[in-house]
């Protein structure tokens, strides 16, 4: 018995592994169509909304989450650098919760920064997500570059971007 469990634990972890690889942000590496939640609760931002021609930035985040926290304050004191990327930003966490996160780091004054909330669940499962922040950056025409989990210092993700 205790062989066959270790058995069916080994073939569900070979299993499990081979599910990361074919992770639906590596089956379809351009960028997603998808649409958040925006601020106000009544609006939507989306992929079709996204400047042409930039790098664009997903973070998904939670507002509670330190790590997280720590990424928008590396980001918003590396704003020059990133002037020219699309960042959007989302969560699954409440509207309020997103309302102050998005004024704790004055987010509102980046008219490069778009923040929403994934009321569809999408992000998550497309790019199985398994810490936060959770970065997928895409190249100006919008192929994917790399993801990064966790925390991640700006130069890394300016390197990636080829701003560097």
């Not at 634990?9 to 992770?23: E, I, L, R």
Request: proline fraction near 5%; hydrophobic fraction near 40%.
């Amino acid at each position: 018995m205790k062989i066959f469990t270790l058995f069916l634990f080994a073939v569900m972890c070979v299993k499990s592994y081979g599910q990361d690889q074919d992770a639906p942000y590596l089956k379809y590496p351009s960028l997603p169509s998808f649409s958040i939640l925006q601020e106000d609760s009544t609006s939507w931002y989306s992929s079709r909304d996204i400047k042409k021609g930039v790098p664009v930035i997903i973070i998904l985040f939670s507002p509670e989450c330190d790590h997280c926290k720590k990424q928008a304050s590396l980001m918003t004191k590396n704003m020059t650098e990133l002037r020219n990327t699309e960042i959007i930003m989302a969560t699954f966490q409440p509207v309020y919760k997103m309302k102050e996160f998005i004024r704790q780091y004055k987010l509102y004054q980046y008219s490069n920064v778009h923040v929403g909330r994934d009321v569809k669940y999408f992000f998550g499962p497309f790019y199985r997500v398994r810490s936060a922040p959770f970065l997928a950056l895409y190249d100006k025409n919008r192929n994917l570059i790399t993801v990064f989990e966790g925390d991640t210092k700006v130069d890394k993700i300016l390197d990636a971007l080829g701003k560097n």
